[in-house]
């Protein structure tokens, strides 16, 4: 059970958009930044979004980030068939036993 | 160029020991923000433990007590050792830089290919 909630599966077609959902908590999401990673299979992840909402270097402007409250979202527009992967949100937690990174299960996304 | 290399992976029986590397080129180690993060087979990530440049050391609750991260400035390399292995460490375990920016984490953004750890008797 990861603490983060995504859906463990998204898809569409090619030219669409989609978006994956992130929730969390006040200790988590609610005070401190989300990051967004896509891992390709076989790949190590790779820092998709930064920061809620920065895109690193040469990451395209069809991924984008938002968070509000608790909750943050990754939405990919002009879905590519390059684009199918496992997607992952992150954020540190402030918690009792101390500082600590927890992340969403992970969204497979399917490019039908 | 900016590169992570992990070894040290092995089959190795629960309740045994393990201690993997996390050797680093084109940047300093002991100036940066790093660390462990796994993936069990099949299964998503988890954070295993972080270092900071100020020698700050964390860890998850699920490792906390059994592994001790630490680095060797003079190599430029940071560790995991891993004590009281359990057939539930099995994964593949990737180091990774993070970025800060001010105060909050800006995710890890240089990441090594992973080694892999495999826990059975």
């Known amino acids: 059970q990861s603490v983060l909630t995504q859906p463990p599966s998204a898809s569409g077609t090619p030219g669409q958009r989609v978006t994956i959902s992130c929730s969390g908590t006040?200790?988590?999401?609610?005070?401190?930044?989300v990051n967004w990673y896509q891992q390709l299979p076989g790949t190590a992840p790779k820092l998709l979004i930064s920061?809620?909402?920065q895109r690193p270097s040469g990451v395209p402007d069809r991924f984008s980030g938002s968070k509000s409250g608790t909750s943050a979202s990754l939405a990919i527009s002009g879905l590519q068939s390059e684009d199918e992967a496992d997607y992952y949100c992150?954020?540190?937690?402030?918690?009792?036993?101390?500082?600590?990174?927890?992340f969403g299960g992970g969204t497979k996304l399917t490019v039908l | 160029e900016v590169q992570l290399v992990e070894s040290g992976g092995d089959l190795i029986q629960p309740g045994g020991s393990l201690r993997l590397s996390c050797a680093a080129s084109?940047?300093?180690?002991?100036?940066?923000?790093m660390s462990w993060v796994r993936q069990a087979p099949g299964k998503g990530l988890e954070w295993v433990s972080a270092?900071?440049?100020?020698?700050?050391?964390l860890y998850a609750d699920s490792v906390k007590g059994r592994f001790i991260i630490s680095r060797d400035n003079s190599k430029n390399t940071m560790f995991l050792q891993m004590n009281s292995l359990r057939a539930d460490d099995t994964a593949l375990y990737f180091c990774?830089?993070?970025?800060?920016?001010?105060?909050?984490?800006?995710?890890?953004?240089?990441w090594g290919q992973g080694t892999l750890v495999t826990v059975s008797a």
């Open positions: 990774a830089r993070e970025s800060w920016q001010k105060g909050y984490s800006s995710g890890w953004f240089s």
């Open positions: 084109g940047f300093t180690v002991s100036s940066s923000y």
């Open positions: 270092i900071y440049s100020g020698g700050l050391t």
């Open positions: 006040s200790s988590n999401i609610g005070s401190n930044t």
């Open positions: 920061s809620n909402n």
């Open positions: 992150a954020a540190w937690d402030d918690s009792l036993s101390g500082p600590q990174v927890v």
